[in-house]
């Protein structure tokens, strides 16, 4: 677990030059606080996300669930200049959290109009009643921690195809050692949904893009790893609840 968090933190943190422009408050060695900038505090911006934040029907009858994390990043005078979306959950759930966090514009407290923009990392854990999913709780200054958006879902019987943690482990294994690269491919894509920080199914991910000719999110995925590997120090900023 400690491994995990260690390697969420530098998820989070790697992606920050993608997010924002210019000379950041975190190019500068300090890291934005959620507190001090969103009105009310971290706790107020969870109740706000609670409140509004909708489990779109789309996906529930899909069984689409999974760990959805949100780069936003915010000006001086406590606007919203974007919204990139960092772990993506298919297009429903992704519109609904540039939804909601669109909603918080005007939210943000102001700071001193000399400083550059500020990016903060928003978690929803996107997850139905009874199928429950397994990632570990990152936190930090800027990161807040995962926040339960949970459905009741269809009946039981029509999301049977909605494997475990446990039995999708197995079947990627299964489908590895069987060279179905194509199976293991969309089944880690899943683990990844559901868990970004899984330090074991990235390596995998790659291994099967590679076969599939697919060199692009091979490429993506080892500098991502690399990142993680080279950012550890920071996960000293990282808490779990």
Known sequence: ????????????????????????????????????????????????????????????????MGLSI????????????????????????????????????????????????ETFYIQL???????????PDISGPNIMAPLNITASGPPITSTSHILSDDKLSHRVQDAMNGADYALALQLLDEIIRRNPYDLDAYPMRITCSQHLYQRDQATKDARKLKTFMNEEPLAAFATEE
Do not use: C
């Open 125 to 135: 854990r996107f997850q139905l009643a009874h199928h429950r999913f397994s990632s």
């Open 1 to 64: 677990m400690i491994k995990h968090m260690m390697l969420g933190l530098s998820l989070l943190l790697s992606v920050q030059a993608g997010a924002q422009t210019g000379h950041s408050a975190e190019s500068a060695g300090s890291l934005p606080n959620l507190n001090e900038r969103f009105a009310g505090g971290e706790d107020q911006l969870r109740l706000f996300l609670g409140k509004t934040a909708v489990y779109p029907a789309e996906a529930v009858v899909r069984g689409r």
């Open 70 to 117: 949100a780069a936003v990043t915010v000006t001086p005078n406590g606007r919203i200049a974007a919204i990139t979306i960092i772990n993506s959950l298919g297009a429903p759930i992704d519109r609904e959290v540039i939804r909601v966090l669109k909603e918080t514009d005007g939210r943000w407290n102001k700071i001193q109009p000399t400083n550059d923009t």
